[in-house]
């Protein structure tokens, strides 16, 4: 009922730039948050950036300073701008929303992810 779908991602050298975007569709009351989640091979998935629907962000420590993340409410859309990028940060990115859905009189809230996509950093 809801889809995420990622765009972006790739392979770069280390030190630039890449950017990440996230569009959110289908049966969505409203988007309390969405947030970015990585997982390389072998290593367990980790949260890199969150958003509130109101603007609050929190960032791993290990991209703090390097990576930027927003949110277009209006277009249920979120970007990760991710800069100054080490080897380090090579994994599938995974797009995730924590999502309300009104069926009925009742709201329900949910986890929704995208399918990931790969961001290759080489040295």
Known sequence: ??????????????????????????????????????????????????ITSRGITKYADSVKGRFTISLD?????ETLEMASLKPEDTSVYYCHALVQTLQGDLLHEFDAWGQGTQVTVSS
């Open 73 to 77: 409410n209006n277009k249920n859309t």
């Open 1 to 50: 009922q809801v889809q995420l779908v990622e765009s972006g991602g790739g392979l770069v050298q280390a030190g630039g730039s890449l950017r990440l975007s996230c569009a959110a569709s289908g049966n969505i009351f409203s988007l309390n948050a969405m947030g970015w989640y990585r997982q390389a091979p072998g290593k367990q998935r980790e949260l890199v950036a969150t």
